[in-house]
């Protein structure tokens, strides 16, 4: 890539972070999986109180990737985080920015208290799932509402104790 990729936590509402979105329904439908199996969190439900919007941008500012995190898993621990909408623009593929991505992510998280990652992509996406095993992920049981889901491949990753 001709420019550095910085990665910060910004709004979703915006052009070019709601065409990254756009990008990475086109691809999960592309995929072949039935509209039930797909599990994207649309805009507003990305500006929710409990999400953070991680953007990945060139040095002149395009963006070429975007994943989200949710904090907590619905019972008041708050030690958990989901992450979801992770997409890398195809003219940025390869070139490490996912990877970048999951980094910010997880140094964020850790060090707001959370303790694991967890996350389910589709057993269609074979690159995702290299991608996570790469980076320290296990696959894991299903969850929440992804048990049952034929389509869907959960894994995890410990964070440890967060930083002081």
Excluded: W
């Excluded at 920015?97 to 057993?123: C, K, N, P, W, Y």
């Amino acid at each position: 890539m001709n420019h550095p990729v910085s990665v910060a936590v910004e709004p979703p509402r915006q052009p070019d972070v709601e065409l990254l979105l756009q990008g990475s329904t086109t691809y999960a439908q592309s995929l072949g999986y039935p509209p039930e199996a797909n599990f994207l969190l649309d805009v507003a439900q990305l500006e929710r109180a409990e999400v953070r919007v991680y953007v990945a941008r060139t040095g002149d500012g395009t963006a070429v990737g975007i994943a989200a995190i949710v904090d907590g898993r619905g019972d008041g621990t708050g030690d958990l985080g989901e992450l979801k909408r992770m997409f890398v623009a195809d003219s940025a593929r390869g070139l490490g920015v996912a990877g970048r991505l999951l980094h910010a992510i997880e140094t964020d998280a850790s060090s707001r208290g959370l303790r694991q990652i967890v996350l389910e992509t589709g057993t269609l996406h074979l690159p995702a799932q290299a991608l996570y095993a790469k980076h320290g992920y296990r696959r894991i049981p299903a969850f929440g509402q992804y048990v049952g889901e034929p389509y869907s491949v959960c894994m995890a990753k410990d964070l440890g104790a967060p930083r002081l």
